[in-house]
């Protein structure tokens, strides 16, 4: 009886946390620059595993839309967006393209938790090596090694 009321009060929460309105409205909104991609193929290769979380023109899968699932896939894309956005390259704020080829390097990019969803964003070792050229050819490339140590003052652009 108790794994019943259980599994009821579980449903009751499922349901209730769907009201809430956070990661909802899924907007893309207007490209307003691009990048000059150093190749077409840098730049399947982040269509394929970057996309998105980094450029306006994300595809919303189905499980974006069902809480808790939908709040993180927000965050996700609000904070990848935020940091470095291919469609809005040439805004005011900074774009962090130039860290771009160390991340995928050093294994941070893309993020795990994206990849069981998106088989397509696992890159072989020869693609994720095309990858990081296609990257520094066309971003540049900032070793930022020391940035991530402990402790060591990260110098801060916004706020
Ligand atoms: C599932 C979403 C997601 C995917 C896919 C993804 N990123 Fe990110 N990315 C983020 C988020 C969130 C942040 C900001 C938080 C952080 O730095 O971890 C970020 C930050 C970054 C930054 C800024 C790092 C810094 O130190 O400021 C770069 C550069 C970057 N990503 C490059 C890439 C590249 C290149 C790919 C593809 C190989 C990729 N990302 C794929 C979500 C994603």
Redesign the pocket.
Known sequence: MNFVKFLGGAAIALAAIQLVPYGRDHTNPPVTGEPKWDSPRTQEL?NR??K???SNNTVWPWYSSVAPASWLTQL??S??RE??NVSEWGRPEEN??E??AE??RKGK???V??LPAHPE?KLNAQEKEE?VNG?VATFGDEK?EKKDAKGAAKPKDKD
């Open positions: 982040f595993a970057c998105d979380c980094h996700d894309v904070m990848g940091a470095f962090e393209g860290k771009a991340e995928v990019m893309p993020m938790i994206y964003a990858l990257l930022n």
